[in-house]
């Protein structure tokens, strides 16, 4: 280790600033954050600076730098682009005993800035002892991301409480694994989710009752997108990152899985077509069995729980348990296998809405509402409708929609087998049958299909045009 991180006091502390341009004005924004008192020196000082320094009860003054100007301060820090300034600030201060900074120059440092991740009263530095500072921001903005922005109510919290637990469990151990809890469990999710108060009554009722073994896990109902892994959010890559139990079904991507917990226990819960692996009730009953055990159950299901994902039934049963859950939207399969194939749901010149239709039709008979499907200017985009692509087209076709509307079938969007399969309303499915295009397949109709031979971008999959 070539430098030994810590964290300064510099609560109402003089620190010494030279410089007044734009590197200084940094400087000033972080050491006044961090409650510095600044003695600014430079013959010039861009107002931003000066403002800054004076609304933190900080010292301006207009001059060239002279060591009588460190008597005092804790830490000093030159931002000039004067060699020699800088060379002399760094002697003088190393004479004072007092650590110094000079901007962009380590052999002249005695202490060096990290790249930092703020969530107070967490705070994160990253240092690459000067040799790489892109490299340590990089790291940086990784760990942006993957640290929710709440962190910080959720330490500020924990912190509130942290007497009383003192006071609950008698030793280190005990503490640990309660906090453990809290901190993985549904507090620290209620928190990140913007729910403060109902996270802070979840923990004085798990204060009260706590008693490890028999607490009531909770699941995460989490959209796992549509199969490239890339496309998950954050929140479903933590939620994924932390389950004891995942059940996922035939629609999460071999990619999606290999992101969750090395640990987690996987369930497969089928649900290809007409092949339930596990019964919609069994799934909920699983649901529920491994919840009330105290596990944290992520159930991850393909594109959004919402929709078509018979999300709200699983919720149902689970509210019906007492079982606490939450759900992440996910993206559904239309907007990505449309995105990838280069298909705009909705155009100003061609189509001013967009539905969403699942193609399964109950017994197998037309139930859906032909008229209302064939009205112009708008897209439909059909789930679950590869098997009844030839009814969905005659109905089409019979309640007046133009036999020649462009059809597009996206097969396996988003995956590296992706496939875009384009023709008229009136030949997609024999097409297909030709074809045969594997599932889950989306099948687009409207004049966007148009577009995507212009603005397909993703693989050149396309099956070669039949003859
Ligand atoms: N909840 C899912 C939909 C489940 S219904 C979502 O929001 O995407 C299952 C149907 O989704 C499939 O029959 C298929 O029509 C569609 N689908 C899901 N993933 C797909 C993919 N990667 N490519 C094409 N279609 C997909």
């Known amino acids: 280790?070539?430098?030994?991180?810590?964290?300064?006091?510099?609560?109402?502390?003089?620190?010494?600033?030279?410089?007044?341009?734009?590197?200084?004005?940094?400087k000033a924004?972080?050491?006044?954050?961090?409650?510095?008192?600044?003695?600014?020196?430079?013959?010039?000082?861009?107002?931003?600076?000066?403002?800054?320094?004076?609304?933190?009860?900080?010292?301006?003054?207009?001059?060239?730098?002279?060591?009588?100007?460190?008597n005092g301060v804790r830490l000093v820090v030159a931002a000039t682009d004067d060699d020699?300034?800088?060379?002399?600030?760094?002697?003088?201060?190393?004479?004072?005993?007092?650590?110094?900074?000079?901007?962009?120059?380590?052999?002249?440092?005695?202490f060096i800035f990290p790249a930092i991740v703020d969530r107070s009263p967490i705070v994160i530095g990253i240092s690459s002892a000067g040799k790489a500072p892109v490299l340590a921001r990089n790291l940086r903005a990784k760990l942006e991301t993957l640290i929710p922005p709440r962190y910080a109510e959720l330490a500020s919290l924990v912190g509130r409480f942290r007497s009383a637990a003192k006071l609950k469990?008698?030793?280190?151990?005990?503490?640990?694994?309660?906090?453990?809890?809290?901190?993985?469990?549904?507090?620290?999710?209620?928190?990140?989710?913007?729910?403060?108060?109902e996270a802070e009554e979840l923990l004085l009722q798990q204060l009260h009752t706590a008693d490890a073994d028999h607490q009531v896990g909770e699941v995460y109902l989490v959209g796992a997108g549509p199969g490239d892994p890339e496309l998950l959010t954050f929140k479903a890559l933590r939620l994924m990152q932390q389950a004891d139990v995942v059940m996922y079904d035939a629609l999460v991507s071999a990619e999606v899985l290999d992101l969750c917990r090395r640990d987690a226990d996987l369930i497969y819960v089928g649900k290809q077509r007409d092949n339930h692996a596990v019964p919609q009730q069994g799934i909920n009953d699983l649901l529920v069995q491994h919840a009330k055990a105290g596990k944290r159950v992520v159930r991850?299901?393909?594109?959004?729980?919402?929709?078509?994902?018979?999300?709200?039934?699983?919720?149902?049963?689970?509210?019906?348990?007492?079982?606490?859950?939450?759900?992440?939207?996910?993206?559904?399969?239309?907007?990505?296998?449309?995105?990838?194939?280069?298909?705009?749901?909705?155009?100003r010149e061609y189509s001013q809405s967009v539905k969403f239709i699942t193609g399964q039709l109950k017994n197998r008979t037309s139930d859906l509402d032909f008229d209302e499907l064939a009205g112009s200017r708008q897209t439909l985009v059909f789930y679950m409708g590869l098997h009844t692509i030839e009814k969905l087209s005659k109905g089409l076709i019979v309640a007046g929609k133009a036999k020649d509307t462009p059809v597009a079938i996206v097969s396996r969007g988003t995956r590296p087998d992706q496939q875009v399969l384009t023709g008229r309303l009136d030949q997609i499915a024999q097409l297909q049958q030709k074809a045969q295009l594997p599932a889950p397949a989306l099948i687009i109709v409207g004049e966007v299909v148009e577009l995507h031979q212009t603005l397909a971008w993703f693989g050149d999959n396309e099956p070669a045009p039949l003859p």
Request: with cysteine; proline share 6%; charged share 20%.
């Open 1 to 26: 280790m070539e430098y030994l991180p810590l964290f300064f006091d510099l609560q109402g502390q003089p620190v010494l600033l030279i410089g007044g341009g734009d590197i200084a004005l940094r």
């Open 84 to 110: 020699e300034v800088n060379q002399q600030v760094h002697t003088d201060a190393v004479a004072a005993g007092i650590p110094v900074n000079v901007v962009d120059n380590p052999p002249l440092c005695t």
């Open 300 to 347: 991850l299901k393909g594109g959004d729980p919402f929709i078509f994902g018979r999300g709200g039934e699983e919720l149902q049963q689970l509210k019906a348990a007492g079982v606490p859950f939450q759900v992440v939207p996910g993206i559904t399969a239309a907007s990505a296998c449309s995105t990838y194939a280069g298909i705009p749901l909705t155009h």
């Open 169 to 197: 469990f008698d030793s280190v151990n005990k503490r640990r694994n309660f906090w453990e809890r809290v901190l993985g469990g549904s507090v620290a999710e209620r928190v990140f989710a913007g729910q403060t108060r």
């Open 29 to 70: 924004r972080l050491l006044t954050r961090a409650g510095a008192r600044v003695r600014l020196v430079s013959p010039e000082i861009l107002p931003e600076v000066e403002q800054l320094v004076v609304e933190a009860a900080g010292e301006i003054i207009e001059a060239r730098y002279r060591d009588e100007h460190l």
